[in-house]
């Protein structure tokens, strides 16, 4: 099983809201990704979690806020947000082994499409 | 830091036809993974193939092959026998180690292939 879940699929919000996207794997997988897509472009990393702390923060504006509860669980909680942070926002994880060596391979949910107005 | 081409911007294949995308990359590493993945229009990211560097051995799934040549960095995607669902946008994707047990991606800018019935 190789699913890497996200919600929601589409989110709508105003420049005042405060909203969460979600992301879910059972894969036991320790590293955990947040991208950002915009249209006919390739996905931008902005976070990287390791065994739940994070070790890759691409100089994202401070309105977005990513949290790893648990190793099972990524959230990016969003606030005061611009239009132009409108894109397609994908998680992915990867497995870390100690025994057969580091597994590079990312798995992909199918992304949370946001617009902002 | 890496760098990764994709010099055909859009592609067009007959069903049943082979077609063959074309990717290369630049880097000073001699330890990466180098990934096809594919973009179909519902926007979920899918590994299509995987080739790591220190393997001479081309990497084949089922009608997916690629031509790995480290010495001229490239890495070329072949796609036998093409079918109406191979349409999507295929990234080519360099992986290196960044540390703390991740993996960080560099992608292409990507190549839109239609397969026409």
Redesign the interface.
């Known amino acids: 099983d190789t699913e890497v879940t996200q919600t929601p699929k589409h989110l709508v919000m105003g420049m005042t809201n405060k909203k969460s996207l979600k992301c879910e794997q059972h894969m036991g997988h320790r590293a955990m990704y947040w991208y950002k897509q915009k249209a006919k472009k390739p996905p931008e990393l902005m976070f990287v979690y390791s065994y739940e702390k994070l070790s890759i923060n691409e100089s994202v504006p401070s309105r977005f806020s990513p949290e790893c509860p648990n190793s099972s669980l990524l959230n990016l909680h969003l606030h005061a947000l611009q239009p132009e942070d409108s894109a397609l926002y994908l998680c992915a994880s990867s497995q870390i082994s100690r025994t057969s060596g580091y597994q590079e391979t990312q798995y992909f949910g199918p992304g949370t499409r946001l617009l902002v107005l | 830091a890496q760098t990764v081409t994709q010099s055909q911007p859009e592609m067009s294949v007959q069903e049943a036809e082979t077609v063959t995308l074309s990717c290369t990359y630049d880097t000073s590493e001699s330890n990466y ?1 180098l ?1 096809w ?1 594919k973009q179909p229009p ?6 299509v193939i ?1 080739q790591e560097a220190y393997k001479q051995q081309n990497a084949t799934e089922n009608r997916f092959s690629v031509n790995f040549q480290k010495a001229a960095k490239s890495f070329s995607l072949k796609i036998s026998d093409s079918q109406l669902g191979d349409t999507a946008m295929y ?1 080519c994707a360099f ?1 290196q ?9 560099t ?4 190549t839109k292939l239609s397969v026409i019935p």
């Open positions: 993974y990934f993945y519902s926007r979920q990211m899918i590994l995987r990234f992986g180690y960044s540390g703390a047990g991740s993996y960080q991606l992608f292409g800018k990507g």
